[in-house]
């Protein structure tokens, strides 16, 4: 079965250049736009791994880290922060949550693609 | 016959006229010195109806007594409100003296108050008292009270000048009362009734008090005061003592004492005023330190919100500017992985070189991002075990497909031995790194690049050496600056003019160095970066 991604992502040109590679790859991409949409529609799509935006509108993305990571029910699904926006705090609270911060521009949707794969097989293996 | 106490009661009396007149003449332009003043005259009236009986005993007296004293505390409660900051209005004050004189006309023309005049104690008088006394007594003890709860409640809500004024008029006030209540309730109730008439003298305590605050000049003044008051008594002593002498001889010995005091006694109190001045100007001196203390506090903490305000700009703003960039970067890659379909070779030529160009553009925003976190001391490290052999190969890895693109060589150096891991910021060295290989692919058209580490017992050294157009010695020169490439060179044409100068002031940080070694034109450039090994 294919493996699925939640992207939570408010840029259009942004999501719609990360589906479409994710899903040349095999994997199956749920979009949402905003950290509300995505965290609701964890219950229901069981992601394999989220790919989350920092700066959404609404909720942010840090408060959405924090509410997964502290969930029993979503703590083990491994999240790749993607984003653009880059601070220490975040970077601190990335680090304290275990995991990956990447930012946007410094990589390629190839790169994304490795990054997806390894984080996978990380969470599989643990 | 008058006594001891009742004259006590007139030189009181007078005092208490001749302060009023001081504080009244000393500035009438300012409403609390008439105000004071009123206070003061209507006291020393009071004090004197007091007095009146001793040599004529007449209700008239005893009547007048009460009915001044009726004013007293009205005359009192006007300035005290002033003094407290305390609006005077054109009602407030009519109101006021209204209920003042109310009582003064009852207490006056008819035998509702007082109704009668007997001798009571040595030296005292008393009237019988009327129907309307325990509402008099209500009035008084009530606007007593008013003017000393309206004294504490300022006395909390303010400071400096205004603080040590009240305070005074507090102390004036309190000891007042204790005095009054001890000769006029304790000691009777106790059998003592003989100090029962020091009530109305000892107003002069706090009318002394409330000068003190109210002149200002003398707000501490209390030493002064008694320095002058010592003078004068133990030079009033010496000219008893000069005048009474036997003999002449005396007399002479006891006028040149008496001269040489005066001339000590004056220099006492002028040390005494000089000495008040200067406390006085420091006290001043102090409170405008302190103003000055909180806007430099307030001043500070705006900054510092600004420095916030323009750091977390600056992040929102990188955001937004990364945002179309990524999307090119990502596209671009997808076409040139082939996934769009096959292009000639021209166009991917083309793709190639607005891959670049966008990646320059990438590299900009970061290093503006990074300079300004420099400049305001706000870029922050991360400090772990770092192993450069790593992080090298993985930039090599990383860089592969340029360098096989320009057809030049690699090779990397490294020690048989693996080199000491370093206390530092992985993504900031790695940075500083792939800054230094990207720049030799950059410059390098023909040949390779040589990278060396090596393991310097203290601290580890990263060379990076390559086979491109080197530099001549002026275009080294400011090679570390911000935007060096504006020093009439022709060095860098694909860089940002900022990746060196970062990467300078992030090496700074971890207490390394970097510097450029070249030949001349033509002959390589040699980039040295050292970190050092921190024992831990």
Same mark, same amino acid.
């Given at each position: 079965m294919n493996k699925k991604i939640l992207l939570i992502e408010d840029e259009k040109i942004l999501s719609e250049m990360y589906a479409a590679r994710l899903k040349k790859e095999g994997y199956k991409v749920i979009n949402s736009q905003d950290a509300e949409g995505g965290i609701s529609l964890i219950k229901k799509e069981k992601p394999d791994l989220i790919l989350l935006d920092l700066l959404?509108?609404?909720?942010q993305g840090q408060e959405a880290l924090k509410i997964l990571k502290e969930d029993p029910a979503t703590k083990n699904i491994p999240i790749i922060i993607l984003s653009n926006y880059d601070t220490p705090k975040v970077r601190k609270q990335s680090k304290e949550y275990n995991t990956k911060y990447i930012l946007k521009a410094n990589i390629t949707t190839r790169d994304l693609v490795g990054l997806v794969r390894e984080e996978m097989e990380g969470s599989g293996q643990g | 016959m008058v006594d001891i106490l009742e004259i006590t009661v007139l030189i009181t009396a007078i005092l208490n006229l001749l302060l009023g007149f001081f504080v009244l003449f000393q500035k009438p332009s300012r409403r609390i010195n008439r105000l004071f003043g009123i206070f003061g005259l209507i006291t020393a009236a009071w004090v004197f109806t007091n007095f009146m009986p001793s040599i004529q005993p007449s209700v008239f007296w005893v009547k007048s007594g009460y009915a001044i004293g009726a004013l007293v505390p009205a005359s009192a409660l006007l300035w005290v409100l002033d003094l407290c900051g305390k609006k005077i209005t054109r009602t407030r004050t009519v109101l006021i003296y209204s209920l003042g004189f109310l009582f003064f006309t009852l207490a006056h023309i +008819? +035998?509702?108050i007082v109704t009668d005049v007997e001798r009571v104690y040595l030296g005292g008088y008393e009237g019988d008292t009327g129907p309307l006394f325990a509402l008099y007594s209500v009035y008084i003890i009530g606007a007593l009270f008013s003017v000393l709860y309206l004294l504490i409640l300022t006395y909390f809500r303010v400071s400096g000048l205004k603080k040590t004024q009240i305070r005074y008029v507090l102390i004036g006030a309190i000891l007042y009362i204790v005095i009054v209540s001890l000769v006029s309730f304790i000691l009777p109730l106790l059998g003592g009734l003989e100090y029962i008439n020091l009530d109305s003298p000892s107003s002069i305590i706090l009318i002394i008090f409330t000068t003190l605050a109210i002149t200002r000049h003398h707000l501490f003044g209390i030493r002064l005061i008694l320095t002058e008051i010592l003078v004068a008594a133990i030079g009033l002593t010496l000219l008893i003592q000069a005048l009474t002498a036997e003999t002449l001889g005396w007399k002479i010995f006891g006028f040149v004492l008496l001269i040489l005091f005066g001339i000590l006694g004056y220099l006492l109190i002028r040390a005494t005023l000089q000495e008040i001045q200067r406390r006085e100007e420091i006290e001043k001196l102090s409170e405008q330190i302190k103003v000055s203390n909180i806007r430099l506090e307030a001043a500070l903490k705006a900054l510092e919100k600004l420095d916030k305000a323009k750091t977390e700009f600056l992040s929102i703003a990188s955001h937004q500017l990364r945002t179309p960039l990524t999307a090119v970067k990502g596209y671009l890659a997808m076409i040139q992985e082939g996934l769009y379909g096959k292009f000639s070779e021209d166009a991917s030529k083309v793709f190639h070189k607005i891959y670049a160009s966008n990646e320059r553009l990438i590299e900009l925003v970061n290093s503006l991002l990074d300079i300004s976190r420099i400049e305001v001391g706000r870029m922050e490290f991360n400090i772990e075990d770092v192993q450069i052999e790593d992080i090298t190969e993985s930039i090599i890895e990383e860089l592969s497909f340029y360098i096989k693109n320009k057809n030049l060589y690699i090779k990397l150096n490294k020690p048989k031995k693996s080199l000491q891991k370093i206390r530092a910021d992985r993504a900031k060295i790695r940075q500083v790194i792939l800054n230094l290989i990207d720049n030799a692919i950059k410059y390098t058209q023909r040949g390779g690049i040589t990278v060396t580490l090596q393991d310097l017992d203290d601290r580890i050294r990263i060379s990076v050496k390559d086979t491109g157009i080197g530099m001549t010695k002026k275009e080294m020169e400011g090679l570390f600056e911000m935007y060096s490439r504006g020093k009439g060179m022709r060095l860098f044409p694909e860089g940002t003019g900022l990746g060196l100068y970062v990467a300078q002031k992030l090496l700074q940080a971890h207490m390394g160095k970097i510097w450029a070694e070249s030949e001349?034109? +033509?002959k390589g450039s040699t980039f040295h970066v050292e970190l050092p090994l921190r024992r831990r």
């Open positions: 959404l509108p609404g909720m | +008819n +035998n509702l001349g034109k +033509n």
